[in-house]
């Protein structure tokens, strides 16, 4: 009961909105960075990512701009909360995709966003995928890039769950926990 307080306490918080956007502007600038400055070119995949990593951002925006409204934090978790799960998806395809051989080994080379949002056309520079899915070189702690971005949707994915469990909670009315707001 007082792990979903003070759950919920960090979510009516602009503090965990802000951190949520400038995570979704590091990851954001690590794929960018493993683009141009290390010259990894990105598949399919890698620019969907990125793309559901934007969530991040836009999550942390209206979360950070209204964290005490209710609708507008529930907006903003749901927003975290479905790029979470869909960049899960894709990221376990990316890793599946990768370690498969043999025929259907790679991804398609042409992204396919919604005729509303083509990413690809509005910023190819960020969105246009230039290679196939590959086993990559790079790794960190002996895990792969596609591996850490499982890991992060992952736990965007059970961060945001526990947001919006935490809604369900009523505080008492002096509860400790609304001083630290």
Known sequence: MRFFLLIQSLARHRFA????LLLGIV???CGLYFQYSL???PCVNCVYERAFYLSFIVAGLIGFLWPSNFLFRNLANFTFMAGSAGGLLVAFDH???????????S?????????FMPLDEWLPWMFSPTASCAPLDW??????????ILASFATGLTVSILFFISEFFKRKRNDYLNYYR
Do not use: D, H, N
């Open 95 to 105: 890793m599946t995709s990768v370690y498969q051989t043999g025929f259907g080994a």
């Open 139 to 148: 790794s960190l702690l002996g895990f792969t890039m596609p591996e850490w």
């Open 39 to 41: 010259r990894l070119p």
């Open 27 to 29: 990851l954001e600038s």
């Open 17 to 20: 909105w802000i951190m949520l």
């Open 107 to 115: 991804c398609k080379l042409k992204a396919s966003f919604p005729s």
